[in-house]
């Protein structure tokens, strides 16, 4: 086989075999035309010839087609080792570690244009790339930004895993921020719990203090997501004992928001969270713990208070362009409606906050949306509606939200 090998590698045309021996250290064996540009620092149209070139001598089994990725190609194992093999012979030892960190800088530009779209609000820092790729990616619609990161999920995570491997610490923790759209909209718990776990060794390591407490934070948000509220907790009380010590504010503030897995209990610091958020001008941030807030009312038995937070929450947020949110307020405002017996109201806002978070490409929501407005029809006496949204719900959080799907089990059996 190898001998097959190496009569098909000398035979290829001038500048591919240098292409073919970088393909041996990508994250995974697959490869698209994007990629492989970027990690052989590449145009577009050269890496297509060369995966062309690679695929006509027997180098790379030509797969299929992808929706986002496009034309993707494919390395098997025996083929991986000999790429490799011909690397340690022919380049520098520091090929291996160039093109990985040249992938997770490609994958780096694609999560921020895809951020910058679909979470602008998000809190950033100047993330440089050591190899900016030669042509970027952008986004104009939410759609083709959602769309990418779905369909690179795969290839971003084993990127993670290889860049921290590799000790490309600082790439990995910057990745991983990047892509809080990815986490926030994907809501895939065991992968967002194990790349931060991965980003916050990164951090460390890399002695970014910033950037451990950023990760700690998304990290507590995707443990309270999950339903490990207790460990929730205890990751938020650390991020805010190293906010304190770094007089980060504004990180105080975000974390007082979402520790909240007990929400009695944050009342006060959420309150304090707020007033915070006011002074610094941050309407967004105020609407988001007046949802908060909101939900803490409902679960007091205050409906009016909760429909006040909903309301002012919504009108802040659609003035920030936040539809996601938006339509998170709006959904929770049906459910303050229908603790208050206005049935018809709720019914109206639980209809359009699905539109609204169907739009905004938000699975879980989506999901969740239809359960409370399942709630809200099954308190009217709409039976079988109650049903029908209960089942809808529940396959919307198919796949990647146990207990979600369990609690969705419960709340069937209930209906009659």
Known sequence: MTIGLDRSYWNLPRGVPRVYRRLGFLPLPQT???LTAAASNLTPDEAHHALHALSTAGLLEDVADHPVRGRIWQLHDEVRVHARAQAAREDTSGTAEETLHRSL?????GATAAEQLLTPAHRTVDRPLAYPP???????????ALAWLDGQQAQLMAAIRAGHAAGLYTSVWRLVWALWPLW???QVYSLWLEAHELALDAAQRDGAPLAQREILNTLGVGLRSAGRHDAAIGVFSRVRDMALM???TAGQARVAHHGVGRRREAAELLQQARQQRVELGDSRGQALTDIVLGEIALDDSRPDE???RFTTARALLLEEEDPHNAGRALAWLGRAHAHRGDFQIALDH???????LTRAGSRRWVGRSVEMLGQS???SGHAQGARELFEQAMAAYEGFSSSDVERLRTRLRAVP
Do not use: P
């Open 134 to 144: 030669a042509q970027s990616l952008t986004f104009t619609e939410r759609a083709e």
């Open 377 to 379: 029809a099954h308190e």
């Open 105 to 109: 800088d490609w994958y780096q530009s």
């Open 32 to 34: 698209d035309i994007a």
């Open 246 to 248: 770094a007089a980060d």
């Open 350 to 356: 639980g209809r359009t906050s699905i539109e609204e």
């Open 306 to 308: 909760a429909i006040a």
């Open 184 to 186: 926030h909209y994907g």
